[in-house]
């Protein structure tokens, strides 16, 4: 039964991709006259390539729900969950990368307004994750009331790996990056820099069981204050797609 839920996860995957590539076949063959490179935007240097990047796809935000995807499950599944999960996220970002910027000239998708509206979802996104941490809490005698979940590999596609690992704010945001790069180096860069960020989410997610008793209060110190961080990066795309747009 696992087995058939996987084929199924896969061909409709499958699906997606074949689907994405047609319709980024067809737009470019109906291409607008305005292009993504009519506008010119900043390129940001690596180490704020890497900060966006970890913070969107990294590992922090992974710890919880995939603790509590695997409660009671054995060491073994929930290494095959990780490894998959990583997988699929690695599959959809390579997709991302390979068909955004056909999708952005096809489309005529100037890069501020892509990029205007990737800082707008991850400064809402950021903003909802701080309130949510003044929001009351639920009763224990209500969360305990849920049936328990029986922990599946098919898990790993849904809903860790999407939208968990790779949120759209994620894929939107490595779009931008990638068409930013003036050249083969700098998107080989973001290549190595979204690696890395993958491996760490592996090796996280495998030791999820001994860091989460010991991490726990830092986690939500340093959640909160990567929170913020994201806002105002957030803020920052926006200011350089505005500028880059000229209304200031």
Do not use: W
Not at 180 to 197: K, M, Y
Not at 225 to 242: E, K, T
Request: glycine content about 6%; some cysteine.
């Amino acid at each position: 039964a696992r087995r058939l839920c996987l084929r199924r996860h896969a061909r409709l995957l499958l699906a997606l991709i074949v689907g994405v590539g047609y319709l980024a076949h067809a737009g470019i063959a109906s291409a607008a006259e305005v292009t993504a490179s009519d506008v010119p935007m900043k390129v940001f240097p690596v180490v704020q390539v890497f900060t966006f990047l970890f913070l969107m796809l990294g590992p922090f935000k992974i710890i919880g729900p995939f603790s509590k995807i695997t409660k009671g499950a054995d060491a073994a599944v929930k290494r095959r969950i990780a490894v998959q999960a990583t997988l699929f996220a690695s599959l959809a970002l390579l997709v991302a990368a390979l068909l955004g910027e056909r999708i952005l000239e096809s489309y005529g998708i100037p890069v501020p307004i892509l990029a205007l509206s990737a800082g707008l979802i991850l400064f809402l996104n950021a903003l909802l994750s701080i309130l949510q941490q003044f929001a009351p809490t639920t009763p224990h005698s209500e969360e305990s009331a849920e049936p328990p979940v029986t922990p599946t590999t098919a898990m790993a596609l849904t809903p860790l790996a999407f939208p968990t690992i790779v949120p759209p704010y994620g894929i939107a945001t490595l779009i931008v990056f990638l068409v930013l790069s003036p050249d083969l180096q700098g998107r080989l860069t973001i290549g190595a820099i979204v690696l890395v960020i993958m491996l760490l989410n592996l090796i996280v997610m495998i030791m999820t069981r001994k860091m989460l008793p010991v991490m726990g209060a830092v986690l939500t110190i340093l959640g909160a204050v990567l929170g913020v961080v994201q806002v105002a990066l957030g803020l920052q795309i926006i200011h350089n797609s505005l500028k880059a747009l000229g209304a200031f």
